[in-house]
């Protein structure tokens, strides 16, 4: 069964720290963009940074620009959302897609950024 299946998220006061982190499962991650993506209540959902297969060339929203960073390790399966500077406005349910052949999207994983 194809899965992708977040976790790491949490509340967190603003100016703080969250590393996300999504595991695959049923395939291979590694021909794959991966990407996450996050929606805040009574919002569309929104792009916010993407990494692709083989050259790792990353991608950014720019409200997430210089704050956020994402990796991936396809030995285990996995890409990551480290989240830095947290602020308010980046409370949201995070998702994360794997885009190729297929298109897949994890269940979210709930970040509330408040004091």
């Known amino acids: 069964q194809v899965q992708l299946v977040e976790s790491g998220g949490g509340l967190v006061q603003p100016g703080g720290s969250l590393r996300l982190s999504c595991v695959g499962s049923g395939f291979s991650i590694g021909s794959f963009v991966m990407n996450w993506f996050r929606q805040a209540p009574g919002k569309e959902r929104e792009y916010v940074a993407s990494i692709t297969s083989t050259t790792r060339k990353r991608g950014y929203a720019d409200s997430v620009k210089g704050r956020f960073t994402i990796s991936r390790d396809d030995s285990v399966n996995t890409v990551y959302l480290e989240m830095n500077s947290l602020k308010p406005e980046d409370t949201a349910v995070y998702y994360c897609?794997?885009?190729?052949?297929?298109?897949?999207w994890g269940q979210g994983t709930q970040v509330t950024v408040s004091s």
């Open positions: 897609r794997a885009r190729g052949m297929k298109d897949y």
